[in-house]
Nanobody, 122 residues
Framework: QVQLVESGGRLVQAGGSLRLSCAAS????????MGWFRRAPGKEREFLAA????????SYADSVKGRFTISRDDAENTVYLQMNSLKPEDTAVYYC???????????????WGQGTQVTVSS
């Protein structure tokens, strides 16, 4: 069993930056593919980024490529999402996710965090 707890979400102005963190419980973190999704009001959950077990491979949605960066620290059992050049349309609840294969959809996600709210004001 893996428990994921996100933090770092807050209100930020457009053009600003924010770093989200996701702390994972358990000793299997290094064996997990980790990623981030978001759900904006009235929209479906959207894949954002994923990082392989070894951290040597990443995958990004086109909507955030070049602005968001995913990274992991296995010593801290934590995965991060650095978000730059934020836009009002980035406003959403951001979810941490864990799986066993590099994913771009929720179908390969085994565990979810509870979410953290990011609001970008114009």
């Amino acid at each position: 069993q893996v428990q994921l707890v996100e933090s770092g979400g807050r209100l930020v102005q457009a053009g600003g930056s924010l770093r989200l963190s996701c702390a994972a419980s358990g000793r299997t973190f290094s064996t997990r593919v980790m990623g981030w999704f978001r759900r904006a009001p009235g929209k479906e959950r959207e894949f954002l980024a994923a990082i392989s077990r070894a951290g040597d491979s990443t995958s990004y949605a086109d909507s955030v490529k070049g602005r968001f960066t995913i990274s992991r620290d296995d010593a801290e059992n934590t995965v991060y999402l650095q978000m730059n050049s934020l836009k009002p349309e980035d406003t959403a609840v951001y979810y941490c996710a864990a799986g066993t294969v590099l994913f771009r959809s929720s179908s390969n996600v085994n565990y979810w965090g509870q979410g953290t709210q990011v609001t970008v004001s114009s």
